[in-house]
T-cell receptor, first 115, second 112 residues
Framework: NAGVTQTPKFQVLKTGQSMTLQCAQD?????MSWYRQDPGMGLRLIHY???????DQGEVPNGYNVSRSTTEDFPLRLLSAAPSQTSVYFC??????????????FGPGTRLTVL | GDSVTQMEGPVTLSEEAFLTINCTYT??????LFWYVQYPGEGLQLLLK?????DKGSNKGFEATYRKETTSFHLEKGSVQVSDSAVYFC???????????FGAGTTVTVRA
């Protein structure tokens, strides 16, 4: 199993550009989520999905879109990049199982810089 | 809402020293508590967890006990190694919820 994979690993954008961060998992997990990691702030939830066709907003959703057309993939779209979106982005997945008890598996991250 | 407060550090220790990282939480329900570790250049991985009061999670020599009366989940290790250098995150998820709330993270550096 590859686990959770993310591409690209690094990305530099100019203000106003759009892009999609890719996330895929091969563990047949129902739950997937996106976090951003900023110094001194831990990880903050952007969007999440409890299954194909279902998405919802997290703590910091503004400026980001998601969709979940398959169980495996959960791309994150930046509509018009801003310098405030410079961050490290992590995708995570977990099985539904017993809900909050389940371990979330994280991808290696995408480091995004917006100039 | 739910929140986690943890000692921010950075923490620098010598090998074989005792490590403790404080973590306290605020939650309305009955949360599950977690410690995640992030090694340099990698994503987060689960270190240990506890799902109810007085549970002790343990892994790789690390321990943490879920204390409901003090709303705490402090991480401890009796003798650290250079390989324990990492960022440690305390986190919680509310009962039957998948969303994690994270603390700010504590950077630990262990010197030989």
């Amino acid at each position: 199993n590859a686990g959770v994979t993310q591409t690209p690993k690094f990305q530099v954008l100019k203000t106003g550009q759009s892009m999609t961060l890719q996330c895929a998992q091969d563990m047949n997990h129902e739950y997937m989520s996106w976090y951003r990691q900023d110094p001194g702030m831990g990880l903050r939830l952007i969007h999440y999905s409890v299954g194909a066709g279902i998405t919802d907003q997290g703590e910091v959703p503004n400026g980001y879109n998601v969709s979940r057309s398959t169980t495996e993939d959960f791309p994150l779209r930046l509509l018009s990049a801003a310098p405030s979106q410079t961050s490290v982005y992590f995708c995570a997945s977990s099985s539904r199982g017993t809900g909050s008890h389940n371990e979330q598996f994280f991808g290696p991250g995408t480091r995004l810089t917006v100039l | 809402g739910d929140s986690v407060t943890q000692m921010e550090g950075p923490v620098t220790l010598s090998e074989e020293a005792f490590l403790t990282i404080n973590c306290t939480y605020t939650a309305t329900g009955y949360p599950s508590l977690f410690w995640y570790v992030q090694y340099p250049g990698e994503g987060l991985q689960l270190l240990l967890k506890a799902t109810k009061a007085d549970d002790k999670g343990s892994n790789k020599g690390f321990e943490a006990t879920y204390r409901k009366e003090t709303t705490s989940f402090h991480l401890e290790k009796g003798s650290v190694q250079v390989s324990d250098s990492a960022v440690y995150f305390c986190a919680l998820s509310d009962f039957n919820d998948y969303k994690l709330s994270f603390g700010a993270g504590t950077t630990v550096t262990v010197r030989a």
